[in-house]
């Protein structure tokens, strides 16, 4: 059964698998050693070099093992894009699933959120206007499990959207024409 999938979607759906599980052990490491991963800016997310090892990887594998060296930009980004619905799927639904098995995961985000909102500068305050500050604290008193998972959802298209035109560039080869 397996034979009779195309090979840009099975690579891309297994190493989106395979990342989205090793993504939820790192969030669910860093929140064990006392670094929420949620509050981490995005330029140190570990999906920066998680990203980019597995579409390298997915990409090399299916241009050289299954189409004879050949790969076209829309190739890799329809791959890429691919793997990152699986990975953002898979990872948002294991959030969740973390966020009920561990109440103190969503506790914890809201309260070093706030705190960091804290900190911020009075100059950064007027410049955002106070009302922004007041309202950001105001929604996180409402933040829930799921919406944690949502935003690491969107996130990871994000993050994904600017690996993959990078890496699509890089790694696509047009026959050769004599």
Known sequence: MLKSVPRLIFISVRNGLIAGLLG????????????????????????????????????????????QGILSFGEGMISTLIFTIIFASVTALLISFFCWLEPSFVVDYKRLAAEQLAKVSAQVIEQWGKGVQESNLAALSTTTGQ????????????????????????????????
Do not use: C, W
Request: charged residues 15%; positive net charge; proline residues 4%.
């Open 24 to 67: 939820i052990v790192f969030l669910v490491a860093l929140y064990y050693i006392g670094r929420h991963p949620f509050l981490f800016p995005i330029f140190f997310d570990f999906r920066l070099i998680l990203f980019v090892v597995f579409m390298v990887i997915g990409l090399k594998e299916l241009r050289d093992d299954h189409q």
């Open 147 to 178: 919406q944690l998972a949502l935003d690491y959802f969107m996130k990871s298209f994000i993050i994904s959207f600017f690996i993959s035109i990078i890496i699509s560039v890089i790694l696509r080869r047009q026959p050769k024409t004599n």
